[in-house]
């Protein structure tokens, strides 16, 4: 087994304000992700890295930031936050594509 | 442009029922569909998933039924328990081309007792 780690777990932010969000796995998997979860909305994807030292746009990568620092772990960066902003950011992993993604407990994130 | 489609948008059925939930995709390059569920306040995890060459994948009470042709598939829970409480998500990629995976809008799904 293992787990995926996102920090923090919850971030309230100002408006226009650089936001960091982390993501740490212990399954040696080689793909990673980021999706955003909004009420009603599903998920949508932002960013993922196929490998350590891949990086690919998702439809929603507009505002944000990925890096791929090392095979386990991945952050996105909020590169100005809206206000009012409120979503939950997931991070997921998976062996390879197309295999089961294993999700984090998310990221909840507010803008004041 | 939504590329995976799912109806209802919330369902209600009592214990013992079977519920249905449907979800229809645009991209016929699609060629992988996982169910994932998401109870409140936990993230998803993965139900189960079907590949075309099959139109049908079978787990226990839950069965995934796929139709090629219309580009629709629906997932059936037989004996609905209260426990089956949860948002059900619809997802589907392509093994050539972007590799994204795509999820629905959900179906939150209710089981009375």
């Known amino acids: 087994g293992g787990i995926i780690t996102q920090t923090p777990k919850f971030l309230i932010g100002q408006e226009g304000q650089k936001l960091t969000l982390k993501c740490q796995q212990n399954f040696n998997h080689d793909t990673m992700y980021w999706y955003r979860q909004d009420s009603g909305k599903g998920l949508r994807l932002i960013y993922y890295s196929i490998t350590e030292n891949d990086l690919q746009k998702g439809d929603l990568s507009e505002g944000y930031d990925a890096s791929r620092e090392k095979k386990s772990s991945f952050s996105l960066t909020v590169t100005s936050a809206q206000k009012n902003e409120m979503a939950v950011f997931l991070c997921a992993s998976s062996i390879v594509f197309q295999n089961t993604l294993y999700f984090g407990a998310g990221t909840r994130l507010s803008v004041l | 442009q939504q590329q995976v489609r799912q109806s209802p948008q919330s369902l209600t059925v009592w214990e013992g029922e079977t519920a249905i939930l449907n979800c229809s995709y645009e991209d016929s390059t699609f060629d992988y569909f996982p169910w994932y569920w998401q109870f409140p306040r936990e993230s998803p995890a993965l139900l189960i998933a079907?590949?075309?060459?099959?139109n049908k994948k079978e787990d226990g009470r839950f069965t995934i039924f796929f139709n090629k042709r219309e580009k629709k598939l629906s997932l059936h829970i037989t004996d609905s328990q209260p426990g089956d409480s949860a948002t059900y998500f619809c997802a589907a990629s392509a093994s050539s081309g972007s590799w994204q995976l795509i999820f629905g809008s959900g179906t939150q799904l209710t089981v009375m007792p």
């Open positions: 079907i590949r075309p060459v099959s």
